[in-house]
Every structure is written in C-alpha cells, then in structure tokens.
Nanobody, 125 residues
Framework: QVQLVESGGGSVQAGGSLRLSCAASGYTYNRYCMGWFRQAPGKAREGVAAIYTVGGRIYYADSVKGRFTISQDNAKNTLYLQMNSLKPEDTAMYYC??????????????????WGQGTQVTVSS
C-alpha cells in the first residue's frame, strides 16, 4: 500500500519561505517519479516540480523556477519542496504524488497514480 503524507503547509506573507515534506511508504522510493502539484480554488491542478531519479529527470513549472527546489532524502523516504520568495499566486492546496515514470513532462496529473491528502499554503500580500 503506497501512502503519501504531506506536511509543512501554513500561512506566510509574500516574500517568505516554507518547506513542504512528503513522507512516503509502501514502495521502492527512488524508482518512482515523485512530484508536487497544486490546486487553487476554481483552477485545474497543475504540476509544480518533479524528480525522477532512476530516469535522470527533474522538472519545474516555469512559474516557480528559481524560487522552488525539489529534493528527496531516500534514507528518510521523504520528498521536499523548498519554497522561497513566495507570492500570493502560490496560494493553493499542495499535493505530493508518485507515479511509475515521468520521462516526458513530470508535471502531468496523468503520470501519477498515488496522491497525498494535500497541505494548504496561503501567501498573503
């Protein structure tokens, strides 16, 4: 049973930072594509960042390049998203996801099979 549990969300003012964590269990961690997605009210879920170690891939949405960093600690089975220089438009529910592979994009919902429950990030101006 694959389980993903996010944490680290909260409220922060514009320009601040947050680090999201995703604790994973139930599968061979580094063989999966691991991604972060977000969904704001009234908008579609969008890919933020993804890492696919076995495939030698890392992806970022254009909107977060230079501000967000995805990383993973296999010893702890944990995925991270370091978010710096946060903007109000980053406000969304953030989800951790896992899929068998992501060689083309890494940021497509269809590439992922497992999802966490989400953690809310709110950035105020």
């Amino acid at each position: 049973q694959v389980q993903l549990v996010e944490s680290g969300g909260g409220s922060v003012q514009a320009g601040g930072s947050l680090r999201l964590s995703c604790a994973a269990s139930g599968y061979t961690y580094n063989r999966y594509c691991m991604g972060w997605f977000r969904q704001a009210p009234g908008k579609a879920r969008e890919g933020v960042a993804a890492i696919y170690t076995v495939g030698g891939r890392i992806y970022y949405a254009d909107s977060v390049k230079g501000r967000f960093t995805i990383s993973q600690d296999n010893a702890k089975n944990t995925l991270y998203l370091q978010m710096n220089s946060l903007k109000p438009e980053d406000t969304a529910m953030y989800y951790c996801a896992a899929g068998p592979s992501c060689l083309l994009s890494g940021l497509l919902v269809s590439e992922y099979n497992y999802w966490g429950q989400g953690t809310q990030v709110t950035v105020s101006s």
